[in-house]
């Protein structure tokens, strides 16, 4: 199966459409209650008032959130091979980021995280070329806003604000311009929002918006380990990546290296961002999943012996099914 989507052969959309529906086989057989769908944050009700809760049936919240999550995967690959930080374009990104998507129930359902990951995408396509730009204010500012905009949807996706300066410092000299424009694009998308509020009378409220930025960060964390044990597999595939990448690091392009580094910083801030919600969701962590596929995607693709990924990638695959069943 891998060896099939190590080619950039237009059938595998065919086959990437069907493997997003093969991997939710289990969540589709399911009895479900009403799904609920939060489209923004209640904070940003008051400028788009669309109440989407009870707008779908389960079933179309999970069909929705499938087609979603494929097209997702189709401009997520294209990215990847854009700015070829694989051995060479192939559909495995694309393949990577369905399997990320599928690891748990929660992440197969509509939630503000799936719909920031159109964003997050689009966030690593502007970060990777900074590099190759000579004025690089305007991409800065427009990574602000589109932050902006995604806090609005989920307020965690804030702490992608950080990746601005970790991409300045990777990519560009100091300029510090460059360093402003992120945070005046960003301040521009709430200036619009405490206008609103000014408008209603509402202004103290527009204050309450940050309380979860003074949140501690938790200590003790209750987690029911049997619910994570497919992270093994995971687990044990980015390791194999990790070392594979460390031993080609000094021969890659120096540009490579550097949206490796990005991209793993943004897997650690995209995790740890859940504490500016105190009532997070396991989808939360879909955000993880555009960094995370990639070096995926990596491993298959500079994999030398193909019984041994093949194998490695059909147990991945059956122990997602096995635990989405059980």
């Known amino acids: 199966?891998?060896?099939?989507?190590?080619?950039?052969?237009?059938?595998?959309?065919?086959?990437?459409?069907?493997?997003t529906f093969f991997l939710r086989i289990a969540i589709f057989r399911e009895t479900h209650d009403q799904l609920n769908f939060d489209f923004l944050e209640p904070f940003a009700r008051l400028l788009i008032n669309i109440d989407l809760d009870h707008a779908f049936t389960p079933y179309t919240n999970i069909f929705i959130a499938a087609l979603l999550v494929y097209v997702q995967a189709l401009i997520f690959n294209r990215v990847v091979n854009n700015h070829n930080l694989l051995a060479?374009?192939?559909?495995?990104?694309?393949?990577?980021?369905?399997?990320?998507?599928?690891?748990?129930?929660p992440f197969m359902i509509l939630s503000p995280a799936l719909l920031c990951n159109f964003l997050l995408i689009w966030i690593i396509d502007k970060f990777?070329?900074?590099?190759?730009?000579?004025?690089?204010?305007?991409?800065?500012?427009?990574?602000?806003?589109?932050?902006g905009v995604g806090t609005l949807i989920y307020f965690p996706f804030m702490a992608m604000?950080?990746?601005?300066?970790?991409?300045?410092?990777?990519?560009?000299?100091?300029?510090?311009?460059?360093?402003?424009?992120?945070?005046?694009?960003?301040i521009t998308v709430f200036f619009f929002l405490a206008v609103f509020y000014y408008w209603n009378d509402n202004l103290s409220s527009f204050y309450q918006?940050?309380?979860?930025?003074?949140?501690?960060?938790?200590?003790?964390?209750?987690?029911?380990?049997?619910?994570?044990?497919?992270?093994?597999?995971?687990?044990?595939?980015?390791i194999l990546a990790s070392l594979q990448l460390r031993e080609n690091f000094f021969r890659s392009f120096i540009s490579t290296r550097k949206s490796f580094q990005l991209l793993f910083f943004m897997f650690i801030i995209a995790a740890a961002s859940f504490y500016l919600k105190p009532d997070f969701r396991t989808w939360h962590f879909l955000l993880c999943v555009p960094p995370g596929s990639v070096l995926l995607a990596y491993y298959f693709s500079n994999a030398k012996k193909r019984w041994f990924y093949e194998t490695l990638f059909v147990l991945f695959v059956l122990s997602i099914q096995y635990f989405l069943f059980v």
């Open 1 to 19: 199966m891998i060896n099939q989507f190590r080619k950039l052969n237009p059938v595998n959309l065919v086959f990437l459409l069907a493997y």
């Open 88 to 105: 060479k374009p192939s559909f495995l990104p694309g393949l990577m980021f369905i399997t990320g998507t599928s690891l748990f129930m």
């Open 128 to 147: 990777l070329k900074l590099g190759k730009s000579a004025n690089s204010i305007t991409t800065i500012f427009d990574i602000g806003m589109i932050i």
């Open 161 to 186: 604000l950080i990746m601005i300066f970790l991409a300045l410092l990777l990519f560009r000299s100091f300029n510090w311009r460059e360093w402003v424009a992120g945070l005046i694009g960003f």
């Open 209 to 238: 918006i940050w309380r979860p930025l003074a949140n501690k960060f938790p200590s003790v964390f209750k987690i029911n380990y049997n619910d994570y044990l497919v992270l093994i597999p995971v687990t044990v595939i980015m």
